[in-house]
């Protein structure tokens, strides 16, 4: 059994920066891990993933320059840093593991999520 913990979101101004933080416990070294938001009234929607080494790393194109996935397999944790925050990045921000190695943008892969952190931008 896997569990996901998030950490480190809060109230920031725009142009400020966070990072995100989720805590593993079970095995989730060998499969891609991603990070997921949701704001309210919408969907929930694909922001980043990362694969099983953290060798390779897809995102959003709303992120794409503006945020950086990675993860310490040693540590069992994955970081999202977001720079240049904009009001519209605020949103629950979900942590998810995957069932496979390879990089995985869609919710379908995943099957353990954490319970989010919320990241408010502030204009």
């Known amino acids: 059994q896997v569990q996901l913990v998030e950490s480190g979101g809060g109230l920031v101004q725009a142009g400020g920066s966070l990072r995100l933080s989720c805590a593993a416990s079970?095995?989730?070294?060998?499969?891609?891990m991603g990070w997921f938001r949701q704001a309210p009234g919408k969907a929930r929607e694909f922001v980043a993933t990362?694969?099983?080494?953290?060798?390779?790393?897809y995102y959003a194109d709303s992120v794409k320059g503006r945020f950086t996935v990675s993860r310490d397999n040693a540590k069992n944790t994955v970081y999202l840093q977001m720079n240049s925050l904009k009001p519209e990045d605020t949103a629950v921000y979900y942590c998810?593991?995957?069932?496979?190695?390879?990089?995985?943008?869609?919710?379908?892969?995943?099957?353990?999520w954490g319970q989010g952190t919320q990241v408010t931008v502030s204009s």
């Open positions: 998810a593991a995957a069932t496979r190695p390879g990089l995985m943008p869609s919710m379908a892969g995943y099957a353990y």
């Open positions: 079970g095995r989730t070294g060998t499969y891609a």
């Open positions: 990362v694969n099983w080494n953290g060798g390779s790393t």
